[in-house]
């Protein structure tokens, strides 16, 4: 597995079709031709999905509904949208075959998860798909608001520079 341009052996642990976290052993540099180089200082890079953790606990259909419990409701009665948790339930375990940079066909894998379900794969992704995109907006908007708290404003043009990040860069405070 790899990320940043370095990469390595990875392990990930999984439960009902949720990666609650893994673990990359950083050991190489890679190139965009291909080569790699191993790193002088070679690291763990350990992910946990801490978001995660009530998920598995709460037996919830997802981890937004644990975490995002006031947002979420917000918008979906907003946007007068209903989870389908009995869907949802039987999805989760398989929703991680549906990764595009491991499947050939994804329409095919819809097909076949549906089956899987008992249903046509639109009536799959109608039920995933609207709800799927609420949660990528709160996922969004927590991280938006995270940098902010942190002292960065989002912005398209350049880096933002906080007071804080010019002190430790200048020594003269």
Known sequence: MGGGGNLGPSIEYFVGGLELGNMVF??????????????QVQVIDVGIGLERVPWLINGSPTSYCDVFPTPL???????????????WEK???LSCLLNIDEVEDIEEKWAWIGKQIGLESKQVKAA????????????????VMMAIEDGSLPSNVGVLRTSATFCAECSLC
């Open 26 to 39: 950083m050991q190489f540099k890679t190139y965009p031709d291909g080569r790699l180089e191993e790193l």
């Open 128 to 143: 995933i798909e609207p709800i799927r995109d609420c949660y990528i907006v709160l996922d969004h908007t927590r991280t």
């Open 73 to 87: 409701k917000y918008m979906l009665t907003e946007l007068k949208l209903d989870i389908n948790n009995e869907i």
């Open 91 to 93: 999805y989760g375990p």
